[in-house]
């Protein structure tokens, strides 16, 4: 950043970038001194977006992260500003060159020696959570995971929608007695969590989809990989399965994926098929009262001092905006080589939103097999977008372009920072699970909640998830910790954000200092000592990824 007075109006990402990012909203004819050169701006530049700083001639290259963003329609001068008009995406191409990658880890001296507190599982991974998990073979089965969810829900403490029931029986009461509702008003407090009974579950989980029968036999052959990683998640104690019976995916199916992905399963596990069943009633009642022994079960684990080298952390972005490159995906990005550095693992997905940062990622796996699975699963994961009329390039929503990210390259840049700058060590494809310290690409969507959905599958028992606009996304079995790129976000949503990375662009703190404070928060957040937000509001989401397209 510049000095004195214009330290905190831009900035640039790049030595080789030729745009710059503003930091405030900055006026029209209003002079910028940067780095010894003058800007006089020729339009209004709000916060997040950015202008040119050079005149710059129709098809030149836009260069922002030290990478090509994007070439430009039409002659501009300089101090212009960056728009979808005039520019549209452009990235360069890719390929493996067998090159040669040193990382400088960070210092984690501070870190060394630190421990949180989880729940050790029979394979060795170590969860941040004791979750019992209830799963639908079939779509048919949702609406009997409803009444289930609804009755332990409210009798065993873990229901949050108490006031909003207070406030609707007040809304009638007003009704009924003749009086002006508008005049009606009571206080939203917190739902209170003493009231559990078992104070060693964190939850009960419910996997509601749309699946596991219609479609094709690879979309149950799919979801059923995906399932069986949620019921042998580190985070999960316990399973309530529930069928129909005729469905493409078969119980045994689901079996079997269970114990192909873990042999030593052991974990209670309740299967209960409504076709063999004599009512409903009978099945809800059974599937009840057989959760409860298991949740008798399961409240005895108790959690134990862990290393953090046994952190599983995705990272995530959603919701993104112009500041999202400038200060929470690169903070979480010093998280998570604080993560890798310590032993731990750091999964990095999203990949409709790495592109233009293909290159760099290749030139980081630590293997020509890996680079090449990453090439395979980019290149068919775009042709196929391309089959049905689109393509990578079409992903930035139109919040992400309203508060600045004007192209995919720009956006998928930004993204990218989120995963760090350590050795790429392995890439997964979607429901595989990771098994090797370090940084993992996962395939999956860019869409939120498939991505966090993918995530959890390949075993992420923390996901910090990044946001300029604010999102409340989170996920049924891994808590989503959410950390906002700007101090305006962070006080309007206060009651989704969980961190606050706003100091970063007014200059209080720098990228290291806030990566810190990421790492000492999910620290707290895997012992259970910080319930993040998503958490606390119930927010699980789950949606599996059927391998069309879906950006």
Request: charged letters at 25%; aromatic letters at 8%; proline letters at 4%.
């Amino acid at each position: 950043m510049s000095e004195n007075n214009t330290k905190k109006l831009v900035v640039k990402l790049h030595p080789d970038d030729n745009v710059l990012v503003a930091l405030t909203d900055l006026q029209k004819g209003e002079t910028i001194h940067f780095e010894n050169e003058t800007y006089v701006l020729q339009d209004l530049i709000k916060a997040k977006h950015k202008f040119y700083m050079q005149d710059m001639k129709q098809g030149e290259e836009v260069n922002m992260y030290g990478v090509l963003v994007g070439k430009v329609q039409n002659d501009l001068a300089k101090g212009s500003l960056m728009t979808t008009e005039n520019l549209k995406h452009a990235a360069d191409p890719y390929a493996y060159k067998n090159a040669s990658y040193e990382w400088n880890a960070p210092d984690v001296s501070k870190f060394e020696n630190r421990t949180f507190k989880g729940y050790k599982r029979k394979d060795g991974r170590v969860g941040t959570a004791n979750y019992w998990l209830f799963i639908p073979t079939v779509f048919c089965e949702n609406r009997n995971l409803d009444v289930i969810k609804e009755a332990l829900h409210k009798q065993l403490g873990y229901a949050v929608t108490d006031k909003y029931n207070q406030f609707t029986h007040e809304l009638l009461q007003g009704y009924l007695n003749g009086n002006d509702i508008n005049n009606i008003n009571i206080e939203l407090n917190p739902t209170p969590k003493n009231n559990r009974v078992f104070e060693n579950v964190d939850g009960i989980k419910f996997l509601n989809h749309q699946g596991g029968c219609g479609g094709t036999r690879q979309d149950a052959s799919t979801l059923s990989a995906l399932l069986a990683s949620y019921a042998n998640h580190p985070n999960v104690g316990g399973i309530t399965l529930l069928s129909l019976g005729c469905q493409h995916l078969q119980v045994q199916d689901f079996v079997n994926d269970v114990k192909r992905q873990n042999p030593e399963f052991d974990k209670p596990l309740f299967i209960f098929e409504q076709q063999q069943t004599e009512s409903e009633e009978v099945l809800i009642t059974n599937a009840i009262k057989k959760t409860f022994e298991g949740l008798i079960e399961i409240n005895q684990y108790e959690r134990t001092d862990a290393p953090l080298s046994d952190l599983c952390i995705g990272v995530k972005c959603g919701g993104s905006d112009g500041f999202s490159g400038v200060s929470a995906n690169p903070a979480v990005g010093y998280t998570s080589d604080l993560v890798v550095a310590l032993g731990g693992k750091i999964l990095l997905a999203e990949f409709p939103e790495l592109c233009g940062a293909e290159q760099n990622l290749i030139d980081r796996c630590v293997t020509e097999d890996k680079a090449r699975k990453f090439i395979d699963l980019m290149e068919s994961y775009d042709e196929l977008a391309h089959k049905v009329g689109s393509g990578f390039h079409m992903n930035p929503s139109p919040g992400n372009i309203k508060d600045g990210l004007i192209t995919d390259a720009i956006k998928s840049a930004g993204a990218a920072k989120k995963g760090g700058t350590s050795p790429v060590v392995d890439v997964l494809d979607y429901t595989e699970l990771v098994t090797k310290p370090g940084l993992s690409l996962v395939c999956t969507p860019g869409n939120d909640v498939e991505a966090t959905t993918g995530k959890a599958a390949s075993g992420a028992t923390l996901i910090l998830f990044t946001t300029g606009l604010g999102t409340p996304t989170g996920n049924p079995v891994c808590p989503v910790i959410k950390v906002a790129t700007n101090s305006v976000l962070a006080k309007r949503m206060k009651d989704i954000i969980d961190i606050d990375c706003g100091p970063i662009i007014s200059g209080e703190k720098s990228i290291e200092e806030m990566g810190e404070e990421i790492l000492e928060y999910c620290i707290k957040a895997a012992s259970g000592e910080i319930i993040p937000k998503a958490v606390q509001l119930n927010q699980d989401d789950f949606i599996p990824w059927k391998r069309g397209v879906s950006l």
